[in-house]
């Protein structure tokens, strides 16, 4: 287990659709991230795992996104009736426990969705 | 080498130069900030951290400063290199939150 993965790696839908990405953390993380990112833009925050319960939700998670991590592995984000300015690159990340991460958080390499 | 005072959202640099990006935070309670480079279609990828009890932090051929008086954080890259071009981002963390909040990137382009 050398990194973060995230499936797929780029999706395209019509709007209306949804979509569901999945992300596997580093396998002895016990927390987990979700990112959206916009063109030129930093990462902004979606919702955070620790292990399985979800701690934390930005106000950008509206109630068309859903996250889940049901067993403390990998997690799911799921985008129902898509829509135009849904288009990002969402990033994972996971994280041991700890207060001072040692070397950051370790993205994925996201996954690019772009609504037609 | 090249430089900017401000954070300017692109920076030339010409290679074997010293480069130095600048970032602002705004959240006095943030005590913990790390440097990431995203290349294009890839994810951030840590580059150095420091916490808010240090000044300066060296790794390998980069150096961080922090001023927590006006909230300035730098990074500098040494004889910069083709493959330091990429998008450039410091992301801030505060005590009692597990979050990480980025800032405006900085495009740095290497000039052969």
């Known amino acids: 287990d050398t990194g973060v993965s995230q499936d797929p790696r780029h999706k395209i839908t019509k709007r209306g659709q949804n979509v569901t990405f999945r992300c596997d953390p580093i396998?002895?993380?016990?927390?987990l991230y979700w990112y959206r990112q916009t063109l030129g833009q930093g990462p902004e925050f979606l919702t955070y795992?620790?292990?399985?319960?979800?701690?934390?939700k930005s106000r950008l998670l509206s109630d068309r996104f859903s996250a889940e991590r049901p067993k403390g592995s990998f997690s799911t984000l799921e985008i129902q009736r898509t829509e135009q300015g849904d288009s990002a690159m969402y990033l994972c990340?996971?994280?041991?426990?700890?207060?001072?991460?040692?070397?950051?958080?370790?993205f994925g390499s996201g996954t690019r969705l772009t609504v037609v | 080498g090249e430089s900017v005072g401000l954070h300017l959202p692109t920076l030339s640099v010409q290679e074997g130069d010293n480069s130095i990006i600048n970032c602002a935070y705004s959240?006095?309670?943030?005590?913990?900030f790390i440097w990431y480079k995203q290349e294009s279609g890839k994810g951030p990828q840590f580059i150095i951290d420091?916490?808010?009890?240090?000044d300066k932090r060296q790794g390998q051929r980069v150096t961080v400063l922090l001023n927590k008086t006006v909230k300035h954080l730098s990074l500098q890259i040494a004889a910069t290199q083709p493959g330091d071009s990429a998008v450039y981002f410091c992301?801030?963390?505060?005590?009692?939150?597990?979050?990480?909040?980025f800032g405006a990137g900085t495009t740095v382009t290497v000039r052969a």
């Open positions: 990340a996971s994280t041991p426990t700890g207060r001072y991460l040692v070397s950051g958080y370790t």
């Open positions: 396998s002895e993380h016990n927390r």
């Open positions: 795992f620790q292990n399985e319960a979800q701690l934390e």
């Open positions: 959240n006095s309670a943030s005590d913990y």
């Open positions: 420091i916490r808010s009890n240090m």
């Open positions: 992301a801030e963390n505060a005590r009692n939150d597990y979050k990480l909040s």
